[in-house]
């Protein structure tokens, strides 16, 4: 009997650990979910999908959504201006990691998740404005905006 709560307790701690969080693939459903009902909406043209934009701790996250799954996340500290620690770049990369490992390959901030399916970039600098950020993107929604080779 105690063997059976122990394999009890253990289960229910890690699918409640692996659904903490949003991440890529997720449904709007899911990601609301996660981190309740998006700040702002913009329902773009069929090529773009949907952007959503959600408050996750110190974070906005900003979702887009194409099939009605998150296909591109940006992570970005809610003052616009603190740089990601590498802790912080890490816990996103793990949230979506989906139990693979990601792997560096240059000396660029750039990730791959191990099966190709995924990407990561880290932008001190957003465009053309001071705003670090991270993204992290599937194959899918990389190749059909040429950010994926």
């Known amino acids: 009997m105690h063997k059976s709560r122990i394999a009890l307790f253990t289960l229910l701690s890690f699918a409640l650990s692996s659904t903490g969080t949003a991440r890529l693939w997720d449904t709007e459903r899911q990601v609301e979910a996660q981190y309740g009902a998006a700040i702002e909406k913009t329902e773009n043209d069929a090529e773009q999908g949907k952007l959503y934009t959600y408050r996750y701790k110190d974070f906005y996250v900003m979702v887009t959504f194409d099939d009605g799954k998150s296909q591109n996340e940006l992570y970005i500290h809610q003052d616009q201006k603190t740089p990601f620690s590498s802790e912080e770049i890490e816990v996103f990369l793990d949230m979506n990691s989906f139990g693979q490992r990601w ?23 957003l465009g053309k404005s001071e705003t670090p950020s991270l993204g992290i993107c599937t194959q899918e ?8 080779r």
């Open 141 to 148: 929604h990389a190749k059909r905006h040429g950010t994926f």
């Open 103 to 125: 792997h560096k390959e240059t000396e660029d901030p750039m990730w791959i998740l191990g099966d190709g399916k995924a990407m990561a970039a880290y932008y001190p600098h």
